[in-house]
């Protein structure tokens, strides 16, 4: 059976420091998708990345980076110069299979507290 | 038709009551997921749709839970003799088979 799991429940920063939050992930399947959403207060997850098992090619997004290594079964996230607004709960996700839309597995996420 | 929509976006109820919520999914997305969300969780799988048939269920939905989506457009997600622990965030989410997520903004409900 698929788990994520990340290990900080919570990380607090100044504002302008980098964060990066950690996933590691365990799956059966060879062919799977990975996510990052994000939660703000409001409550509505925000899709941020999807990364399938074959690219392995690290992303970067504005202030936002991933870092994809199977050998470690690892997709970390990290946020540079961190801004207030940044401040929410971070849930990386699994889905098995080809299909990126088949049911995700969450881990039990990451509260960032960025201080201005 | 810009998401997926959900309704109510709260609702308290008193334990004992029935309550039931409804997902309007992206007209185009042919599956519809139902998770539900406790607080300082992650998002939690209950069952989901093909088109109008449910596929798959958690065992976490136990059997005063029931979901339908009949004609494969809208759904409901109905609570009988709702608990206290029956309280959490209901989030529904619409896919198109090799395409991502799109998650609504979820019900919150209040078992009192």
């Known amino acids: 059976a698929q788990k994520v799991t990340q290990a900080q429940t919570e990380i607090s920063v100044v504002e302008k420091e980098d964060v990066t939050l950690d996933c590691v992930y365990e799956?059966?399947?060879?062919?799977?998708?990975l996510f990052w959403y994000k939660q703000p207060p409001s409550g509505e997850l925000v899709f941020l990345i999807r990364r399938n098992s074959f690219d392995e090619q690290n992303e970067i997004s504005g202030r936002y980076s991933w870092n994809f290594q199977k050998s470690t079964s690892s997709f970390n996230f990290t946020i540079t110069a961190s801004q207030v607004v940044d401040s929410a709960v971070y849930f990386c996700?699994?889905?098995?299979?080809?299909?990126?839309?088949?049911?995700?597995?969450f881990g039990g996420g990451t509260r960032v507290l960025v201080k201005p | 038709d810009t998401g997926v929509s959900q309704n109510p976006r709260h609702k308290i109820t008193k334990r004992g009551q029935n309550v039931t919520f409804r997902c309007d999914p992206i007209s185009e997305h042919n599956r519809l997921y139902w998770y539900r969300q406790t607080l300082g969780q992650g998002p939690e799988f209950l069952t989901y749709f093909q088109n109008e048939a449910q596929l798959e269920k958690s065992r976490l939905l136990s059997d005063r839970f029931s979901a339908e989506r009949p004609k494969g457009s809208f759904s409901t997600l109905e609570i009988q003799r709702t608990e206290q622990g029956d309280s959490a965030m209901y989030l529904c989410a619409s896919s198109y088979y090799r395409a991502g997520y799109t998650f609504g903004s979820g019900t919150r409900l209040t078992v009192v």
């Open positions: 996700a699994l889905s098995e299979g080809r299909a990126a839309g088949n049911k995700l597995t």
């Open positions: 799956t059966r399947d060879t062919t799977y998708y």
